[in-house]
């Protein structure tokens, strides 16, 4: 017997999150390994009407190609894989990672060239979704390789990824529309500011974080569960940006952990990157295209059901008291026109903690918010 919990996340991501239709062509990738909640989805989207289809996954193959590929290998783009982008009306990605630190013994170098590959698949998929032609989500599997990077068992990550997804409660689906006009609030306020600025200061031995985002033109997006799930953030496509940021958390991109990791950004390309641990690895990432370099998102995690960082960019980037910065590839319906094979979310908390303060955020001046907490009332707060 199925945890009844992923019926409920199979519901709420066929009919909430990607609103199946009948007739809809479904592609749903997935390892193996995900199986349960990938016999669940086919199921809901029989029910409503859809045609699943299940496209294939796998780490060893993955690795395989990184192993014994020549570098025209490593170029090569399926136009299978075009072909699909350009066929389904939605997509559902399930990760079910066996080893999150497969590829890490990799060439970085190699990692790059096979992630710039999919630079062409990446800007039809998002220039789709923009049109609103292809409606799509991703979540999480939970696995044992997930639970240990989180530091918990299996039983204790499940818990956590299903609340997390608000799937302990009676209507996750009702749930998931009030936490969407709870973010709507933060969105329309940012929508008419021109500049946002985050700032932490100085402490453990670093510079802290002075950040400027130029968002005038930009579109803000509300993240209410509909690409991600669990979701929890409002971002934009940065028209420019200066100055530095320190993130808090490692980076964690293609089974690498990054820390400490500091950005310096000039016209709004970063011109200095440094990290305490894999550095070469982050210099390569940056270095792949050129578009790598140059912000693509920014945007502030309220998800306060998230509270501790587990190695997952999913939840990391959703943590209420956040804020996060993508180098690389933006949303063309948030305004960003960058392009790129590399789209690598890293996580700043806004949250005083053990010898860190806490940090502002402020948008053309006003204060918006303190300490990892909002100031405007029926926004996002901790429960």
């Not at 062509?25 to 995900?34: I, K, T």
């Not at 946002?196 to 974080?209: C, E, I, R, S, Y």
């Amino acid at each position: 017997m199925r945890d009844p919990r992923l019926d409920r996340l199979a519901d709420v991501l066929v009919k909430y999150s990607t609103r199946v239709n009948k007739g809809d062509l479904v592609a749903v990738r997935a390892e193996p390994g995900a199986f349960p909640l990938l016999r669940a989805i086919f199921e809901a989207v029989l029910k409503a009407g859809g045609n699943p289809v299940w496209i294939g996954e796998s780490e060893e193959l993955q690795e395989s190609i990184l192993a014994h590929a020549s570098d025209e290998q490593l170029a090569f783009l399926s136009p299978l894989d075009m072909h699909r982008v350009e066929t389904v009306d939605v997509q559902i990605a399930l990760w079910a990672e066996v080893n999150t630190k497969a590829f890490s013994r990799y060439d970085p170098a190699r990692v790059a060239a096979k992630q710039s590959a999919r630079r062409p698949f990446l800007k039809r998929f998002l220039a789709r979704a923009a049109e609103g032609k292809l409606r799509w989500v991703g979540t999480l599997y939970p696995t044992l390789a997930s639970a240990q990077d989180a530091e918990m068992s299996l039983d204790q990550y499940a818990d956590f990824v299903f609340k997390a997804g608000l799937l302990h409660l009676p209507d996750p689906a009702a749930a998931w529309a009030e936490v969407f006009q709870r973010q709507e609030r933060v969105r329309e306020f940012l929508q008419k500011r021109k500049s946002v600025h985050f700032h932490v200061p100085p402490h453990a031995g670093h510079d802290g974080t002075d950040l400027t985002v130029n968002v005038d033109g930009s579109t803000w997006i509300n993240c209410g569960g509909h690409e991600n799930f669990p979701d929890g953030e409002v971002f934009a496509g940065p028209q420019g940006v200066e100055g530095h940021v320190n993130y808090t958390f490692p980076a964690v991109y293609e089974g690498r952990e990054v820390h400490g990791v500091r950005l310096a950004f000039k016209g709004g390309r970063v011109v200095d990157a440094s990290a305490t641990k894999n550095e070469e690895f982050l210099i390569k990432m940056l270095d792949q295209d050129a578009g790598a370099r140059t912000l693509g998102e920014i945007a502030v995690g309220t998800n306060y059901m998230i509270k501790e960082f587990t190695r997952n960019t999913l939840f990391d980037e959703k943590i209420g008291g956040t804020f996060h910065a993508a180098v690389g590839a933006g949303y063309p319906e948030s305004g960003s026109t960058n392009e790129s094979g590399l789209h690598w979310d890293m996580v700043c908390d806004m949250r005083p903690g053990e010898n860190r303060p806490g940090g502002v955020i402020k948008a053309d001046g006003e204060v918006v918010q303190r300490d990892g907490r909002f100031l405007g009332e029926g926004w996002p707060a901790p429960a």
